[in-house]
T-cell receptor, first 113, second 111 residues
Framework: DVKVTQSSRYLVKRTGEKVFLECVQDMDHENMFWYRQDPGLGLRLIYFSYDVKMKEKGDIPEGYSVSREKKERFSLILESASTNQTSMYLC????????????FGSGTRLTVV | DAKTTQPTSMDCAEGRAANLPCNHSTISGNEYVYWYRQIHSQGPQYIIHGLKNNETNEMASLIITEDRKSSTLILPHATLRDTAVYYCIVRLSRSFNKFYFGSGTKLNVKP
């Protein structure tokens, strides 16, 4: 019954590495989102996409980019990982019709050393 | 999007009803009230949402005041597995609109 799948549960990367976080949803949702969650700061929106090849910046896009080549897949890219990007990353999707909520993945806990 | 105010934490005895309040005094007419919860180390899970009328599903009930400035999430028979952070969110009805998650309420269900 898995609906939003994040490719890794835990990741450890080195400073300066290029990091790809993958998210796939099987619900044919139009909208997909990437959040990061940090203690005391709650969930903060990084990027979202409401259609294939479309992307919009969220509240904290610096240091990140995204890719949405197919409807079901939304990738978050850390161009050059830094220690302040150590966090829990959450992917979510929602349908194109109004009034419905998000479905979240289980999260990827990324540690940058 | 309207902001919400929730208590930082609440306790509830197992088997009793848990009533989680949320204030959203600046809510506008086309904003929905959503509730999510997050169990430790998992992604947030959708619980319920409503616009004006009270709503009930297999997980919970949502009571929205007539002026829509506050709401209450009710878990009718709390279990230990309901221990989680509960988020109340208001959001415009446009489908791509962002969710803003506040700090939520940590519900501790105790034996």
């Amino acid at each position: 019954d898995v609906k939003v799948t994040q490719s890794s549960r835990y990741l450890v990367k080195r400073t300066g590495e290029k990091v790809f976080l993958e998210c796939v949803q099987d619900m044919d949702h139009e909208n997909m989102f990437w959040y990061r969650q940090d203690p005391g700061l709650g969930l903060r929106l990084i990027y979202f996409s409401y259609d294939v090849k479309m992307k919009e910046k969220g509240d904290i896009p610096e240091g990140y980019s995204v890719s949405r080549e197919k409807k079901e897949r939304f990738s978050l890219i850390l161009e050059s990982a830094s220690t302040n990007q150590t966090s829990m990353y959450l992917c979510a999707s929602s349908p194109g019709t109004g009034g419905d909520g998000y479905t979240f993945g289980s999260g990827t806990r990324l540690t940058v050393v | 999007d309207a902001k919400t105010t929730q208590p930082t934490s609440m306790d509830c005895a197992e088997g009793r009803a848990a009533n989680l309040p949320c204030n959203h005094s600046t809510i506008s007419g086309n904003e929905y009230v959503y509730w999510y919860r997050q169990i430790h180390s998992q992604g947030p899970q959708y619980i319920i949402h409503g616009l004006k009328n009270n709503e009930t599903n297999e997980m919970a009930s949502l009571i929205i005041t007539e002026d829509r400035k506050s709401s209450t999430l009710i878990l009718p028979h709390a279990t230990l597995r309901d221990t989680a952070v509960y988020y109340c969110i208001v959001r415009l009805s446009r489908s791509f609109n962002k969710f803003y998650f506040g700090s939520g309420t940590k519900l501790n269900v105790k034996p």
